[in-house]
């Protein structure tokens, strides 16, 4: 089970289009909080399809004007270890539906550098953010999250080394399946952060919704289950198919 109930919360909405805006409106609410407090606000985005609507979305004339996106300053919580120019990059991803759109500075802008091998690059990785959080506690004011078929979220993927990290990071993780090298902010790195929100929709995901909501913790069948934010909020953004399964809603 999420281990701080207290500090979940689940939305559900229902349709797509009602989770999405209900984040961005989440999104914008506090980016202005941690703006008007700190003067900056810092968010690890989140790679996919699902979170690609919620960039267009904020880059829309609708929310454009409701951030104040000059003190904004994105990270990525995991990279396909690719050229920032291939079709899977994350962050080609959001540079199109994002950065562009809102002629983000790239001062502001924080991409995985994959030019160097998978355990450089999470090393070097690591270095960016210690340094943009002065050497002192990284954490961001948010890390948006998606939720695999498989229960995985970010690259924490079932049965890899990197789910028993227990210090703040970033690793490069290994997919035996898919061949392929991921790197990834570690489990204690994301819950540091003040908040974290799942953004999660549709049927085909009700049953990982469901491990991770209610099931009984193993880590290495559900890793997203390892998200359990140490001192701010967990918030579930689900429509009714994804919540379809759970049993308690509230």
């Given at each position: 089970?999420?281990?701080?109930?207290?500090?979940?919360?689940?939305?559900?909405?229902?349709?797509?289009?009602?989770?999405?805006?209900?984040?961005?409106?989440?999104?914008?609410?506090?980016?202005?909080?941690?703006?008007n407090k700190n003067g900056k606000f810092s968010v690890a985005l989140s790679g996919g399809s699902?979170?690609?609507?919620?960039?267009?979305?904020?880059?829309?004339?609708?929310?454009?004007?409701?951030?104040?996106?000059?003190?904004?300053?994105?990270?990525?919580?995991?990279?396909?270890?690719?050229?920032?120019?291939?079709?899977?990059?994350?962050?080609?991803?959001?540079?199109?539906?994002?950065?562009?759109?809102?002629?983000?500075?790239?001062?502001?802008?924080?991409?995985?550098?994959?030019?160097?091998?998978?355990?450089?690059?999470?090393?070097?990785?690591?270095?960016?953010?210690?340094?943009?959080?002065?050497?002192?506690?990284?954490?961001?004011?948010?890390?948006?999250?998606?939720?695999?078929?498989?229960?995985?979220?970010?690259?924490?993927?079932?049965?890899?080394?990197?789910?028993?990290?227990?210090?703040?990071?970033?690793?490069?993780?290994?997919?035996?399946?898919?061949?392929?090298?991921?790197?990834?902010?570690?489990?204690?790195?994301?819950?540091?952060?003040?908040?974290?929100?799942?953004?999660?929709?549709?049927?085909?995901?009700?049953?990982?919704?469901?491990?991770?909501?209610?099931?009984?913790?193993?880590?290495?069948?559900?890793?997203?289950?390892?998200?359990?934010?140490?001192?701010?909020?967990?918030?579930?953004?689900?429509?009714?198919?994804?919540?379809?399964?759970?049993?308690?809603?509230?």
């Amino acid at each position: 089970m999420v281990k701080n109930k207290k500090l979940m919360k689940l939305n559900i909405y229902n349709t797509e289009g009602e989770v999405l805006t209900g984040l961005a409106d989440h999104f914008v609410t506090l980016a202005t909080e941690a703006i008007n407090k700190n003067g900056k606000f810092s968010v690890a985005l989140s790679g996919g399809s699902s979170p690609k609507k919620l960039y267009e979305l904020l880059a829309s004339t609708t929310y454009a004007d409701q951030v104040d996106w000059e003190k904004v300053f994105f990270f990525f919580g995991d990279e396909r270890n690719v050229p920032h120019d291939h079709k899977d990059s994350n962050y080609l991803m959001a540079k199109k539906a994002l950065f562009e759109p809102l002629m983000i500075s790239p001062a502001q802008i924080f991409p995985v550098e994959t030019s160097f091998g998978p355990a450089e690059a999470a090393a070097k990785y690591w270095e960016v953010i210690s340094a943009f959080f002065d050497d002192g506690e990284a954490s961001f004011d948010l890390v948006l999250l998606g939720l695999g078929d498989n229960s995985h979220t970010a690259s924490l993927f079932p049965y890899t080394p990197v789910l028993h990290d227990r210090v703040p990071g970033v690793k490069e993780v290994w997919l035996e399946d898919q061949q392929v090298w991921r790197i990834t902010l570690n489990a204690p790195l994301i819950n540091d952060a003040a908040q974290i929100a799942f953004l999660v929709y549709g049927a085909g995901k009700a049953e990982a919704v469901k491990h991770i909501l209610e099931d009984d913790e193993d880590i290495e069948l559900y890793p997203a289950q390892l998200i359990d934010s140490i001192s701010g909020e967990v918030e579930w953004f689900l429509d009714e198919p994804a919540a379809a399964d759970l049993e308690n809603k509230e």
